[in-house]
């Protein structure tokens, strides 16, 4: 079978697409599939997703054309994960290859024989058709998450009381440039810290976050884009992450999270975080008062601690993947 997957990531728009579209494709590969990237962002596809995968440039992002042009003649099944990808995008794709749409919300009509949406709050939403239904799967046991994840998430994770470790992971980029301020926010406290830098921080963000560190007295270590993240989420006691893909990572790794939007798009997944009391969620804007008080939170109460580590591998199962692969397999047959 081969598979194109029209995806994109960087600094600018965030690597989501890239590390979901990613886990789908490193599936793909394993059961002896080609896969090719139509990608405005090469680079990134290689930085970002399996070794194995091929990529071809396209010249625009909203353009469906010479995507569309090249899946008519090499695609058995197209996978689209792009906020660009509009209904009409979606239908002329779908003109002249079996469609998997993975979406977030409803901004776009789906012209799709699959539409994917893993967030929490996925089977609420209202979706426009246009043509025939797609096969829907909707919610968190579609989710599509890396196999270091799915990997650590199949086991039981570690407890230890009172807490002595924890992680910041702020995105592939950082865009809110956050990462400082909830260093700043673990001072005073005996904690050791693993700060991660995303692969689309720039120099100076580093370099901010770095003086961050020395500024407080727990001990905070300074990573960028550490091999073993997945491992550091795992063992870490509890998280301070944005409401993106990383949260449902750390729900399926038992890792109790502090949770903050930083753009538009994660407001559904603060308020559905919120709602399922799965995370201590704080309000757009909040600052170190607010992160402060997170922390105190997980290191003072052993209950919610607990019930945060039970409830996120409930809600999340890491079997996402291997779903959509099956399925997707019989699409394109």
């Not at 789908?24 to 080609?34: E, I």
């Not at 569309?68 to 090499?74: A, G, P, V």
């Not at 230890?160 to 400082?180: F, H, K």
């Not at 538009?264 to 992160?291: M, P």
């Amino acid at each position: 079978m081969y598979v194109v997957v029209r995806a994109d990531g960087g600094p600018e728009i965030g690597y989501g697409h890239l590390v979901r579209t990613g886990a789908l494709a490193g599936k793909f590969l394993d059961r002896g599939h080609q896969v090719m990237y139509a990608t405005v962002t090469p680079e990134q596809v290689r930085e970002v997703c399996p070794a194995g995968i091929d990529t071809v440039t396209i010249p625009s992002q909203e353009d469906p054309d010479p995507v569309r042009e090249f899946i008519r003649d090499h695609a058995d099944v197209t996978v689209a994960d792009s906020y660009l990808a509009d209904g009409t995008y979606q239908k002329r794709l779908r003109e002249v290859s079996p469609l998997v749409v993975i979406a977030d919300d409803t901004r776009h009509r789906i012209a799709a024989d699959v539409l994917v949406n893993g967030n929490l709050y996925a089977p609420d939403l209202e979706y426009d058709v246009i043509g025939s239904e797609p096969e829907w799967c909707l919610g968190p046991e579609f989710l599509l998450l890396r196999p270091e994840i799915t990997e650590y998430a199949s086991m039981d994770p570690p407890w230890r009381d009172p807490p002595t470790r924890a992680i910041v992971t702020m995105g592939g980029s950082d865009i809110a440039e956050l990462t400082p301020t909830v260093i700043r926010a673990f001072d005073g406290f005996n904690l050791c810290v693993d700060a991660i830098v995303g692969p689309g921080f720039s120099a100076e963000q580093e370099m901010e976050i770095g003086e961050a560190a020395a500024d407080v007295s727990a001990d905070v270590c300074v990573l960028r884009d550490p091999d073993d993240l997945p491992e550091r989420m795992f063992r870490a006691d509890f998280a301070v992450t944005t409401a993106s893909t990383t949260t449902y990572e750390l729900l399926a790794l038992g890792t109790p999270i502090i949770s903050i939007p930083v753009i538009d798009n994660q407001e559904l997944i603060a308020n559905s975080l919120h709602d399922w009391n799965a995370a201590s969620v704080l309000d757009r804007g909040s600052g170190k008062t607010a992160f402060r008080r997170g922390i105190d939170q997980y290191l003072t109460n052993k209950t919610l601690r607990t019930r945060r580590r039970d409830l996120g591998q409930k809600i999340v199962d890491g079997r996402g993947t291997v779903r959509i692969s099956n399925l997707v397999s019989d699409v394109s047959i």
